[in-house]
């Protein structure tokens, strides 16, 4: 049990001779990741849903212990907007069923014109497996309100807190005895990299908010020049400062209290 940390997608070529070095071929880099970082979120499933096959090629190229954090199908969560969900979440689930258990929390990110509906979101987590960690990314202020809250809390899904430009975006609510953040983009230089002090923040945000035996999950989104890398090694500094134990990033092993 840790506060997870890792970055959003691994496949960015601007990250050659930062993560991965300069002759490694990018059909490793996979390997190479799951080497220095213990998760990942992938976004793949949300532009395209891989083949079972493909998602199965993951869970065998890495290693034990290693956590895949799977974006829903944008067909969900976009098109759809909800409705209907049962195909579409029975679809997902029973192709990242193949990463055994390497499959970490599923994201429902919604559309911003997406107005708050709590029985299309009841039903809409209803239709996932029992034992599936469920994370919700509203982005309507529609959303903040008490019966939504509620919703979160019965299903014992995560609301996603989000942070945009050093500052969140979400309500910092603990509707789960687990925990997920995504960071999309700091206000430091060089951008769209993090400050010091933002970073201190979110780590004692999270040992303020969860016990050390709750998984955290937290993936850096600012993959622009490779500042989630250099990010994600920062903020497991941070935590670790903040008295949490924390996954291994590329700085070295991760640290517990």
């Not at 959303?143 to 014992?156: C, S």
Request: include cysteine; charge should be positive; charged fraction near 25%.
């Amino acid at each position: 049990m840790t506060v997870l940390v890792g970055t959003s997608g691994w496949q960015y070529k601007d990250w050659r001779g930062v993560l991965y070095p300069a002759d490694r071929p990018q059909r490793l880099w996979l390997e190479e990741y799951a080497r220095q970082f213990a998760t990942v979120e992938s976004n793949a499933a949300f532009y395209r849903l891989p083949e079972e096959t493909t998602f199965a090629d993951w869970r065998d190229r890495t290693p034990d212990g290693f956590v895949m954090a799977v974006k829903a199908s944008r067909y969900l969560t976009h098109i759809k907007r909800l409705r209907d969900p049962r195909e579409p979440v029975g679809r997902l689930m029973s192709r990242a069923a193949a990463l055994g258990p390497r499959l970490g929390p599923v994201l429902l990110q919604l559309p911003p014109t997406l107005h708050a509906d709590a029985g299309l979101l009841d039903t809409c987590l209803g239709c996932f497996p029992a034992g599936t960690r469920v994370v919700v990314e509203p982005r309507h202020a529609s959303w903040w309100t008490p019966r939504i809250r509620a919703v979160l809390e019965t299903r014992g899904a995560a609301l996603c807190w989000a942070d945009r430009d050093s500052r969140p975006v979400t309500p910092l609510w603990r509707t789960a005895d687990w925990g997920y953040l995504r960071l999309h983009g700091g206000r430091a230089d060089p951008a769209p990299r993090y400050g010091r002090q933002a970073l201190t923040t979110w780590a004692r945000r999270i040992a303020g908010t969860w016990p050390d035996r709750a998984d955290v999950y937290t993936y850096f989104n600012n993959d622009t020049g490779a500042a989630a890398v250099h990010d994600a090694v920062r903020f497991a500094r941070a935590v670790s400062a903040a008295g949490r134990s924390v996954s291994r990033t590329p700085s070295g092993r991760g640290s517990a209290r």
